[in-house]
Each structure stands twice: as structure tokens, then as C-alpha cells.
């Protein structure tokens, strides 16, 4: 009996190796796991707003999917854009965030601290700020509290 197992990796199985057409611009992968991913998602969301309402627009204006790549593609260069940004710009806190973020679960109240710091990296650098969408009116946002509960 045996107590360890080689990985089996067969490259490729699930990706659709067919070439896209022409008229479909090109774009490499994101290639982000979901720990970095969720990190920057409220800035991605205040940089790429323009790109990703196209795309929804698009996507709930039609049933074919092939009709949004293009719009779907601008997202992802997007995406790429701001990735890009933040390693260049605030990578020792971005970093600290998305593994505190893997470590805890995903839990994002585990990671305030971390998550303040590449908050404030993020605004002196590249101007963009967290905002939670439907944060009631008049109200300190949650990852702005001193001393958040949980309730």
C-alpha cells in the first residue's frame, strides 16, 4: 500500500483549444486566483465601470453570447490594465491583503488591517477609492470603522 500518489495532469482536457475568429480581438487570461481577484474587486469595479456596464448591457440585451465577446474582452484588458497598476504600484500591499485573505477563508473582517493599508496605497497612487455599493446614507462604511462588530 502506498501513501503517496503522483498528480495526474492532463493538459488542456477542459480548455476549448478551437482558435477564435478574427473579427474577436485578443486578449491573454487574468490568471489570478480568487484570493487576489477579490482583493482589488471594489476597485476593479470603480476602474472598469464603463467596460463591464457595456458588457452587461450587452449581455442582457441578447441571448447569443458570441455577440459580447468584444465588450467582453475590453473587461478583461481592462482588468489586465489595473493588475498591471497595482504590481507596479502598491504590490507589497496588495499582496499582504489577498494572503491574509487566503489564509483567513476569504473572510474579510479577519483582514481589515492589511485591507486599510492597500486601501490608502491604492488612493495616493492611482486615485481610486472603496466603495460598497448601497452603504446607506450618512453612515461610516464598514472597512472604515475603528472597531467594526459583527452582529
Known amino acids: 500500500m502506498t501513501t503517496h500518489r ?7 482536457l477542459w480548455v476549448d483549444q478551437s482558435p477564435l475568429p478574427d473579427s474577436i ?14 482583493s482589488m474587486a471594489f476597485h476593479f469595479a470603480q476602474y472598469c465601470k464603463p467596460y463591464s456596464e457595456d458588457f452587461m448591457l450587452c449581455k442582457n440585451g441578447t441571448q447569443d453570447p458570441e455577440k459580447c465577446l468584444k465588450e467582453g474582452r ?4 481592462c482588468a489586465l490594465d489595473l493588475i498591471n497598476k497595482l504590481k507596479a504600484n502598491c504590490d507589497a500591499e496588495w499582496k499582504q491583503h489577498w494572503e491574509c485573505l487566503d489564509r483567513k477563508n476569504h473572510h474579510l473582517w479577519q483582514c481589515r488591517t492589511q ?3 492597500f486601501n490608502d496605497c491604492v488612493f495616493n497612487k492611482l486615485g481610486l477609492t472603496k ?4 452603504t446607506p ?3 461610516i462604511p464598514i472597512h472604515l470603522k475603528q472597531n467594526p462588530s459583527m452582529k
Open 6 to 12: 503522483e498528480g495526474l495532469f492532463v493538459e488542456g
Open 25 to 38: 480581438p485578443k486578449v491573454a487570461e487574468v490568471g489570478l486566483t480568487s484570493a487576489p481577484l477579490e
Open 74 to 77: 475590453r473587461v478583461t484588458r
Open 115 to 117: 485591507e486599510k493599508s
Open 131 to 134: 466603495t460598497i455599493p448601497e
Open 137 to 139: 446614507e450618512g453612515q
